[in-house]
């Protein structure tokens, strides 16, 4: 079969050649997007008296019924066809004859494929952008349910000082609120149109860029046409953010599969997303964070594949940038996955409050708090450090807590302890005595959650305004 480009061709192309460059395969998922600025071009086509209005209306139609083709599975896309834009031109022709061949006129392969990803990317950064405010959502529930509840707070995974578990909690808030900024950031330069920009230079017919950007809802035109074929920073940027998101998905993973351990029991994962053990009957594994953490690496790998390919790449297309495709789509499936699980894992967890305060009142993560005391009786920090230090190696060698000590035996160690001492170093004194912006205190804890839930509502407002735009 001859090719749509093969005029200049003497020969037919080697069938190993054909597999090995031909791309739909991956890029068939572009079909819808394809379709969509097609008939935005064919459009503009019309208008600009390039095309006379029966033509395209006669292509506009064609397209129309090979999208509700393609939606009912009807197109069988062929690999000597190469790619998902001839595919699509060739059902095309074969439904409405050579008159199909005019909807490629001022356009080429180029731009159309840069036009498809940013078309595709924009609405998978709404998506996601929704995703992160769900799992936001479970997440600031599960706080407000855990005001009280206090927990161990760690350092190089030794126990620290106690916090509310809801601070813990709202820390992950706070990340994935700098993960939605980012991709809304993003958005800005995906919302920028390449089409008009033909192979490399423009094209000698009258188009109108800007007409075609208002028919798809972009909201800026690249101002250079080898920039627009060549630019891949938009698919990069994704994949950075990408990579972010998995790496804050990966840490909360990590303390997931921790915290469900027999040897932590500070939480229970919901039996919908765990799974058992083909020959241990008492397993219950956490296998849904335990693949999101393994699934981590393959984000960055995606990142990093892309960014190599276009090291060095001269102006302005090469087949090599047929490789930023199939990474990106397979970040998007990655991603989709594991943040689709990662809200309703997070809103069915149980917590262990007993547990955790067992944990608390089993530690010495109390002891900044007895410095702290005497620092406010005079005495030196440093010198106050080495007072209590010396108190917690007392405790360790007597089988004992600091809440176990009588005020004769920490009067040993300094006369300035008195009463007082007791109260200090309880859970909840601890906790509230960090009463300052952004600390473990209710009351801040409490106006924490209070400012999370009016920025959620602000996204929420964001993901319906742009993902009627994005349509």
Same mark, same amino acid.
């Given at each position: ?78 690999? !000597? ?148 074929? !060549? ?241």
């Amino acid at each position: 079969m001859s090719k749509l480009w093969g005029g200049r061709f003497t020969k037919q192309t080697d069938k190993l050649v054909e597999e090995y460059t031909a791309s739909i395969t991956f890029d068939k998922e572009l079909a819808e997007e394809d379709i969509q600025g097609s008939l935005a071009h064919v459009t503009m086509l019309g208008k600009q008296g390039i095309l006379p209005a029966e033509d395209v209306e006669t292509i506009k139609d064609g397209l129309k019924r090979a999208l509700q083709r393609l939606q009912q599975g009807e197109i069988e896309f062929s690999v !000597s066809n190469e790619d998902i834009h001839m595919n699509i031109e060739k059902a095309l022709i074969d439904d409405i004859g050579a008159v199909g061949g005019k909807l490629h006129t001022g356009r080429s392969r180029n731009d159309q494929v840069a036009t498809d990803m940013h078309l595709y990317l924009r609405k998978r950064v709404v998506e996601f952008v929704d995703l992160l405010h769900k799992l936001q959502t479970a997440l600031t529930e599960q706080a407000q349910a855990n005001l009280d509840t206090i927990v161990p707070g760690y350092t190089h995974l030794q126990r620290a000082q106690p916090i509310l578990f809801a601070h813990h909690l709202m820390a992950y808030v706070s990340m994935f609120g700098r993960d939605i900024e980012r991709l809304q950031d993003s958005y800005k330069r995906i919302d920028t149109l390449p089409l008009g920009a033909g192979a490399l230079a423009g094209t000698t017919f009258p188009i109108d860029r800007h007409f075609v950007a208002s028919q798809l809802n972009f909201e800026r035109v690249y101002e250079n046409s080898l920039d627009a074929v !060549s630019d891949r920073d938009f698919i990069l940027e994704f994949l950075a953010d990408a990579s972010i998101i998995m790496m804050h998905l990966s840490r909360l993973s990590e303390e997931l599969v921790m915290w469900s351990s027999t040897e932590f029991r500070f939480v229970e994962l919901d039996d919908a997303f765990c799974t058992g053990s083909s020959i241990m009957p008492q397993k219950k594994n956490p296998d849904v964070p335990e693949l999101v953490r393994g699934k981590t690496g393959r984000v960055y790998g995606n990142l990093m594949g892309l960014l190599t390919v276009l090291k060095s790449l001269p102006l302005a297309y090469n087949k090599d940038m047929q490789e930023d495709k199939e990474g990106m789509f397979d970040t998007v499936r990655t991603m989709q996955g594991a943040l689709q699980l990662f809200a309703p894992m997070i809103a069915t967890m149980k917590v262990n409050k007993d547990r955790m305060r067992q944990a608390v009142n089993q530690d010495f993560s109390n002891a900044t708090d007895i410095a702290d005391f005497l620092v406010g009786k005079g005495l030196p920090f440093r010198q106050a450090h080495e007072v209590i230090g010396k108190t917690v190696l007392y405790c360790i060698e007597n089988n004992k807590y600091l809440l176990d000590l009588t005020l004769d035996e920490f009067k040993q160690f300094s006369e300035l302890f008195d009463d007082r001492i007791f109260a200090i170093l309880q859970p909840e004194a601890v906790v509230d005595a960090r009463d300052v912006y952004g600390g473990t205190a209710r009351g801040q804890v409490s106006e924490a959650i209070g400012r999370a839930l009016q920025q959620q509502g602000l996204t929420a407002s964001w993901v319906a305004e742009y993902m009627e735009k994005s349509k």
